[in-house]
């Protein structure tokens, strides 16, 4: 990339990458301030002096210069000589720091001992996600953040509830030790009071040992707004603008703060897809999720063509196809809400390239449905669009939940939360809750349960809030139920492969009982093929005849009704059945069904 003459007799060395890279030689330091007349570095290796270590002018606006006497662990920040005086910077691809408002921490990808731990992310069919904020999923200590390391003690827990890819919130540091993570201050570095990059590196290694895919929130659309350094970082700026990084024209504000990236600079494109690709190759994460995508590919993400950022759009396809290649696996995903075809379209097509996207068509719809008060007033048109949405003929294009961080704050709480405010330990409240568990974990789609939801956490998400995991014993049966579907969804007993299919069929929608049931499958016939029996309403249905796709004995599998999820549960006496004679819903043979109130049922054959 960049030549150094170390010595006359020597010869020419190059020394790739940017910030503080680590060398048998010493530390390289490279940054990009293109308006700076001068750099130079310093640290604990050279007492702060300004004078110490000058950098060269290297091309394009960067400067550099190994220093032999620097090494891992030491602390620095550069000096930019500008027309307004020094100016004293972090290093904007710091890898590790002090905390936000403090110093760089020369940190080397190498040391980290992986031992060899081998693991492949499973096919997208088979993934059920569970999102995590690691700042309050396990607290061990009042008035403490939970940490990476804290994080991994729960590895268990989530194992044997049958997750197998967590998606954390955003690590990057952040302002002081409590946010949700999408205020980035330094987005190469992992949040100091999160465990720092060896702990995000330790999460991902213990939750591959468990056999659990890491999915790792990123953010893109803006970054800050406070404590950063890369706002105006060279000295240079227009209109009041951010600078080199940033654009400085309308197309800065976003609903964050002034701080869009530009990214029709090459170093600040660079720098994006810098950031992408480490997370997949230096921290071994499985996935990426990104942020409000609609502010990357328009200034108000409002559709409108004359805010399209056609910069935007193609730096994630660049970033998106070359994940694609060189980590085939890997999955990227889009927090898009506006239901696009276009968003997970691949990049040859013209699409973004994302590999999934959350699904608003879904959610919004299910949340809807399941906390309306009365019954009458619930739409099955609206269950079975939300059950049937797909992008570009995949239903794994989409990731389907009724809790995330975004649908449990903002003036929205927990789903049982909004069905009986103050109350969640009701009849009510967890026969509903338990449906929408249900339609996330049956229908065709990546699903994706929030923390604290299989212990029927209540209120809204706080990052100030930690989890209870005291409910974890009191609504053990709760939590047991969340496990029984997971275990169905991944065909843990190999007698339900049709909930990881691409396949559904709407038997029935009952607008009048409230009734809908469906066919899941993947190829179809015994220990494929998937009824699913959910029943909106408070009656009780003894003789609810329905079309089955295949003669026989079909086996129960899951009863949310049954009495070890909750005690208040009614647990009618509802079997495996066998089917009749007789086509209905157009389908060869039929079967009478005893349905208990709002409750959904699984079946499936044997043979």
Same mark, same amino acid.
């Given at each position: 990339?960049?030549?150094?003459?170390?010595?006359?007799?020597?010869?020419?060395?190059?020394?790739?990458?940017? *910030?503080?890279?680590?060398?048998?030689?010493?530390?390289?330091?490279?940054?990009?301030?293109?308006?700076?007349?001068?750099?130079?570095?310093?640290?604990?290796?050279?007492?702060?002096?300004?004078?110490?270590?000058?950098?060269?002018?290297?091309?394009?606006?960067?400067?550099?210069?190994?220093?032999?006497?620097?090494?891992?662990?030491?602390?620095?920040?550069?000096?930019?000589?500008?027309?307004?005086?020094?100016?004293?910077?972090?290093?904007?691809?710091?890898?590790?720091?002090?905390?936000?408002?403090?110093?760089?921490?020369?940190?080397?990808?190498?040391?980290?001992?992986?031992?060899?731990?081998?693991?492949?992310?499973?096919?997208?069919?088979?993934?059920?996600?569970?999102?995590?904020?690691?700042?309050?999923?396990?607290?061990?200590?009042?008035?403490?953040?939970?940490?990476?390391?804290?994080?991994?003690?729960?590895?268990?827990?989530?194992?044997?509830?049958?997750?197998?890819?967590?998606?954390?919130?955003?690590?990057?540091?952040?302002? *002081?030790?409590?946010?949700?993570?999408?205020?980035?201050?330094?987005?190469?570095?992992?949040?100091?009071?999160?465990?720092?990059?060896?702990?995000?590196?330790?999460?991902?290694?213990?939750?591959?040992?468990?056999?659990?895919?890491?999915?790792?929130?990123?953010?893109?659309?803006?970054?800050?707004?406070?404590?950063?350094?890369?706002?105006?970082?060279?000295?240079?700026?227009?209109?009041?603008?951010?600078?080199?990084?940033?654009?400085?024209?309308?197309?800065?504000?976003?609903?964050?703060?002034?701080?869009?990236?530009?990214?029709?600079?090459?170093?600040?494109?660079?720098?994006?897809?810098?950031?992408?690709?480490?997370?997949?190759?230096?921290?071994?994460?499985?996935?990426?999720?990104?942020?409000?995508?609609?502010?990357?590919?328009?200034?108000?993400?409002?559709?409108?063509? *004359?805010?399209?950022?056609?910069?935007?759009?193609?730096?994630?396809?660049?970033?998106?196809?070359?994940?694609?290649?060189?980590?085939?696996?890997?999955?990227?995903?889009?927090?898009?809400?506006?239901?696009?075809?276009?968003?997970?379209?691949?990049?040859?097509?013209?699409?973004?390239?994302?590999?999934?996207?959350?699904?608003?068509?879904?959610?919004?719809?299910?949340?809807?449905?399941?906390?309306?008060?009365?019954?009458?007033?619930?739409?099955?048109?609206?269950?079975?669009?939300?059950?049937?949405?797909?992008?570009?003929?995949?239903?794994?294009?989409?990731?389907?939940?009724?809790?995330?961080?975004?649908?449990?704050?903002?003036?929205?709480?927990?789903?049982?939360?909004?069905?009986?405010?103050?109350?969640?330990?009701?009849?009510?409240?967890?026969?509903?809750?338990?449906?929408?568990?249900?339609?996330?974990?049956?229908?065709?789609?990546?699903?994706?349960?929030?923390?604290?939801?299989?212990?029927?956490?209540?209120?809204?998400?706080?990052?100030?809030?930690?989890?209870?995991?005291?409910?974890?014993?009191?609504?053990?049966?709760?939590?047991?139920?969340?496990?029984?579907?997971?275990?169905?969804?991944?065909?843990?007993?190999?007698?339900?492969?049709?909930?990881?299919?691409?396949?559904?069929?709407?038997?029935?929608?009952?607008?009048?009982?409230?009734?809908?049931?469906?066919?899941?499958?993947?190829?179809?016939?015994?220990?494929?093929?998937?009824?699913?029996?959910?029943?909106?309403?408070?009656?009780?249905?003894?003789?609810?005849?329905?079309?089955?796709?295949?003669?026989?004995?079909?086996?129960?599998?899951?009863?949310?009704?049954?009495?070890?999820?909750?005690?208040?549960?009614?647990?009618?006496?509802?079997?495996?059945?066998?089917?009749?004679? *007789?086509?209905?819903?157009?389908?060869?043979?039929?079967?009478?069904?005893?349905?208990?109130?709002?409750?959904?049922?699984?079946?499936?054959?044997?043979?």
């Amino acid at each position: 990339m960049d030549n150094l003459q170390t010595a006359e007799t020597e010869p020419v060395q190059s020394f790739e990458g940017m *910030g503080a890279t680590c060398h048998p030689e010493g530390v390289y330091y490279r940054v990009w301030a293109p308006h700076a007349e001068g750099v130079s570095v310093v640290g604990s290796f050279n007492d702060w002096e300004e004078d110490a270590n000058p950098l060269s002018q290297e091309e394009n606006g960067h400067w550099g210069a190994l220093i032999e006497n620097s090494k891992e662990g030491d602390e620095y920040k550069f000096v930019l000589k500008t027309p307004s005086g020094n100016l004293y910077r972090n290093d904007p691809y710091a890898l590790k720091m002090t905390n936000s408002a403090g110093n760089c921490i020369v940190y080397n990808h190498a040391s980290f001992d992986w031992q060899n731990v081998g693991f492949q992310i499973p096919s997208w069919h088979e993934l059920v996600i569970y999102e995590l904020h690691v700042g309050t999923f396990h607290v061990k200590e009042e008035g403490q953040v939970g940490t990476l390391y804290t994080a991994i003690e729960k590895l268990p827990y989530l194992k044997d509830m049958g997750f197998n890819a967590v998606e954390l919130m955003p690590c990057s540091e952040f302002p *002081g030790s409590r946010s949700w993570g999408y205020n980035p201050a330094s987005p190469f570095a992992i949040e100091s009071d999160y465990g720092g990059p060896d702990g995000l590196k330790a999460f991902v290694k213990a939750a591959h040992e468990a056999g659990i895919a890491v999915i790792l929130d990123v953010v893109y659309n803006h970054f800050g707004p406070s404590d950063l350094d890369i706002w105006q970082f060279d000295g240079w700026q227009e209109n009041d603008g951010g600078g080199i990084y940033f654009y400085n024209d309308w197309r800065a504000e976003t609903p964050w703060g002034s701080t869009r990236p530009d990214y029709g600079r090459g170093e600040v494109r660079q720098y994006i897809h810098d950031n992408a690709m480490m997370w997949l190759r230096d921290f071994r994460v499985d996935g990426l999720r990104m942020d409000m995508v609609p502010y990357i590919r328009n200034v108000k993400a409002d559709g409108n063509p *004359g805010n399209d950022i056609p910069e935007g759009i193609s730096l994630m396809q660049w970033i998106n196809k070359d994940i694609r290649e060189n980590c085939p696996n890997c999955l990227t995903i889009a927090e898009d809400m506006h239901s696009l075809d276009f968003i997970t379209d691949s990049v040859e097509d013209g699409g973004l390239g994302y590999g999934s996207q959350w699904d608003a068509e879904f959610v919004h719809a299910i949340r809807d449905t399941i906390i309306t008060a009365n019954d009458q007033d619930r739409n099955m048109d609206m269950v079975v669009e939300a059950i049937t949405n797909r992008y570009n003929t995949d239903s794994f294009q989409r990731i389907i939940y009724t809790e995330s961080h975004d649908e449990v704050a903002n003036g929205q709480a927990r789903v049982a939360e909004e069905i009986a405010d103050g109350d969640v330990n009701n009849w009510y409240s967890k026969k509903r809750a338990a449906l929408g568990v249900a339609l996330v974990l049956t229908s065709p789609g990546i699903p994706m349960i929030f923390q604290g939801q299989p212990l029927l956490e209540d209120k809204w998400f706080s990052d100030s809030d930690p989890i209870d995991w005291s409910r974890l014993e009191k609504f053990s049966g709760f939590a047991t139920l969340h496990r029984d579907m997971i275990h169905l969804r991944r065909n843990w007993f190999g007698v339900t492969k049709g909930l990881q299919g691409q396949n559904v069929e709407i038997i029935r929608a009952d607008n009048d009982k409230k009734v809908v049931i469906m066919h899941r499958f993947d190829q179809g016939g015994p220990k494929d093929s998937v009824v699913v029996v959910l029943n909106f309403s408070t009656e009780t249905f003894h003789d609810y005849k329905v079309g089955f796709p295949r003669a026989g004995k079909w086996h129960l599998r899951f009863n949310s009704d049954n009495e070890q999820y909750d005690p208040e549960f009614s647990h009618l006496g509802v079997f495996d059945i066998e089917t009749m004679d *007789g086509e209905f819903d157009n389908l060869p043979v039929h079967a009478a069904l005893q349905i208990p109130p709002y409750t959904a049922l699984i079946f499936s054959q044997e043979d």
